[in-house]
C-alpha cells in the first residue's frame, strides 16, 4: 500500500471537507419543525439539511405520509438516520413540547398587530444565543400558505429572508437550508447564552388561556367578541418583556386572587338571595 493511499485511510473523518469545522455543541438543542408538509420529497431534503448543518431534531406536525414514499429517502441521501428518527405529531402543541423559545419563518408581509420580521441572520444569532442552554425551535409552515396568522402568533421571533424580487418564494427545504446554515455560522465560536430564563412556549399559551377565561368572567369583551385577535394582541404585549416562568407564578397570584374574590362575591349574592 503506498504511503498516499495509506494517508488517505487514516484522515479524520470529515477532512475532506474544504473548510472543516467542528460542530457547536448548542445546535442540539434546536429543534426544526415543520406543519403539515406536503411533499415527500421535501421532508426528505430538510432530512438532509438538518443532518448537513449538525442539527438532529426533526419534528413533522401532521405530514402527508412519506415513510413508504421513495422521493422522501431519495431526497434525504446521507441523511436517512434523520428521516427514521424523525418525530410525527398530531398538533404545534405537540411539537413545542420542551421548547422555551420559537421562532417563525414568513416570506409574507404580516397583519401590524403582529411583531415585524427580522432578517434571518439576525434570527440566526438570538438562536445561537438563547440555545446555548436552552431549547429553541424554528417553525416552517406549510409549503402552499405557510404560517397562518395564529401560529405566527405563537412565536416569539418572526424572521424572514431578504430577497431581491417581491414575487418568488423559496422552495420549503431552501428555506430550512438558509436558516440552519445562519443559525451554524453564528454558533461557531464563543457566543454567549442569553440569560432570560424563558417560560415554556406551552406553559406561555395556558397562561394566556387564564387571563382570557378572567376577563370573560368578569364581564370583558373584545370588539365583536374576537378572542383570538384580542390574544394576538396579548402575546405581542408580554413579547416586549419576555417572560419567564416565575414572571408567569407572579401574575398567577393576581389572577388565582381574583378569582377567589369573584367566588366568594357570587356565593355572597346566592346567599342573601
Not at 442539527?55 to 431519495?74: E, G
Not at 412565536?155 to 430550512?176: E, G, I, R
Not at 419576555?242 to 367566588?263: C, Q
Request: with cysteine; hydrophobic share 40%.
Amino acid at each position: 500500500m503506498s504511503t498516499h493511499a495509506h494517508s488517505k485511510l487514516i484522515q479524520p473523518p470529515g477532512s475532506f471537507r474544504a473548510i472543516p469545522v467542528d460542530v457547536p455543541e448548542n445546535l442540539a438543542n434546536i429543534r426544526i419543525i415543520l406543519f403539515e408538509p406536503r411533499e415527500p420529497g421535501n421532508i426528505g431534503s430538510v432530512a438532509r439539511v438538518v443532518k448537513g448543518m449538525g442539527l438532529s431534531q426533526l419534528y413533522l406536525v401532521n405530514p402527508v405520509p412519506f415513510r413508504d414514499v421513495d422521493a422522501a429517502w431519495y431526497m434525504a441521501h446521507g441523511a436517512k438516520d434523520i428521516l427514521e428518527n424523525c418525530q410525527v405529531v398530531d398538533t404545534l402543541s405537540d411539537a413545542l413540547i420542551g421548547i422555551q423559545y420559537l421562532v417563525g419563518t414568513t416570506h409574507r408581509r404580516r397583519d401590524m398587530r403582529l411583531q415585524q420580521p427580522v432578517p434571518a441572520r439576525e434570527a440566526a444569532h438570538t438562536i445561537a444565543s438563547i440555545s446555548q442552554d436552552k431549547p429553541v425551535a424554528l417553525l416552517f409552515g406549510r409549503e402552499d400558505f405557510g404560517l397562518s396568522t395564529d401560529q405566527v402568533s405563537l412565536c416569539q421571533l418572526t424572521a424572514s429572508v431578504p430577497m431581491a424580487t417581491k414575487n418568488p418564494s423559496l422552495n420549503l427545504a431552501q428555506a430550512v437550508q438558509i436558516f440552519a446554515y445562519e443559525v451554524f455560522v453564528a454558533s461557531l465560536g464563543e457566543v454567549s447564552p442569553d440569560p432570560v430564563d424563558y417560560a415554556a412556549v406551552n406553559a406561555l399559551e395556558a397562561f394566556y388561556g387564564r387571563v382570557t377565561r378572567l376577563l370573560d368572567r368578569v364581564g370583558m369583551s373584545p370588539y365583536n367578541h374576537e378572542w383570538e385577535t384580542y390574544l394576538k394582541s396579548l402575546r405581542r404585549v408580554f413579547s416586549r418583556a419576555p417572560l419567564e416562568e416565575r414572571d408567569i407564578a407572579t401574575l398567577d397570584m393576581i389572577f388565582s386572587t381574583t378569582h377567589r374574590y369573584i367566588e366568594r362575591l357570587e356565593k355572597k349574592i346566592a346567599d342573601s338571595a
